[in-house]
């Protein structure tokens, strides 16, 4: 397996824009989370899923933020509109409940707002 | 409601000198404790978990329920230490959260 998967790497819009970040889990992982990372504030939970469901989105900043799970094997991430205080790397991790409950994260969505 | 603190932003220590990064948690049951370590750009991995007991490049890191630490222990620190490290913990697989982070930096 080749881990999971986000896209894309780098995103640069200007403010307003509308920005959608993707995420694949790993196959067969039945937790999926969204993490946003900034230097002030370190590693903040934005929402996680379980077998496809929303489980917890009270980490979500506000209405601007909106995250899906149609199946199994994708996820996304939506702002709408953007500002540039959401300028942060954002990272997707899934896991696989029966086992020691260990994330495995993607390389991160590093976003810019100009 | 669960929280994790690490009350050290950076750290700073010399080649070869012992390094200890601190962790605190609160919760209410038995949670399950974990390191991760992020080394420059690369992804956010996991060092160790408190159930396995084992040693990880050198780390170790032992869960005290009573004072609800789990501090990573390192006797003699390498330059590829240097890295952010984050406690986190988790109840049962479902929710996990992360500490704001301590980077550690080892000086030559």
């Known amino acids: 397996d080749a881990g999971v998967i986000q896209s894309p790497r780098h995103e640069v819009t200007e403010m307003g824009q509308e920005v959608t970040l993707r995420c694949k889990p790993i196959s067969g992982h039945d937790y999926l989370f969204w993490y946003r990372q900034t230097m002030m504030r370190g590693l903040e939970l934005l929402i996680y899923?379980?077998?496809?469901?929303?489980?917890?989105d009270s980490g979500m900043p506000e209405d601007r933020f909106s995250a899906k799970m149609p199946n199994a094997s994708f996820s996304t991430l939506k702002i709408q509109p953007s500002e540039p205080r959401d300028s942060a790397v954002y990272f997707c991790?899934?896991?696989?409940?029966?086992?020691?409950?260990?994330?495995?994260f993607g390389e991160g969505s590093r976003l810019t707002v100009l | 409601a669960q929280r994790v603190t690490q009350p050290e932003k950076l750290l700073s220590v010399f080649k070869g000198a012992p390094v200890e990064l601190k962790c605190n948690y609160s919760?209410?049951?038995?949670?399950?404790l974990f390191w991760y370590v992020q080394y420059s750009r690369q992804r956010l991995q996991l060092l160790l978990r408190?159930?396995s007991r084992e040693s990880i490049k050198g780390f170790t890191a032992d869960l005290n329920k009573g004072e609800t630490s789990f501090h990573l222990k390192k006797p003699f620190a390498q330059e590829e230490d240097s890295a952010m490290y984050y406690c986190a913990l988790t109840d049962y697989g479902q929710n996990f959260v992360f500490g704001p982070g301590t980077r550690l930096s080892v000086l030559p």
């Open positions: 991790a899934s896991s696989f409940r029966r086992d020691t409950g260990e994330l495995f």
């Open positions: 408190h159930i």
């Open positions: 919760y209410s049951g038995s949670p399950e």
């Open positions: 899923f379980n077998n496809n469901v929303p489980i917890d």
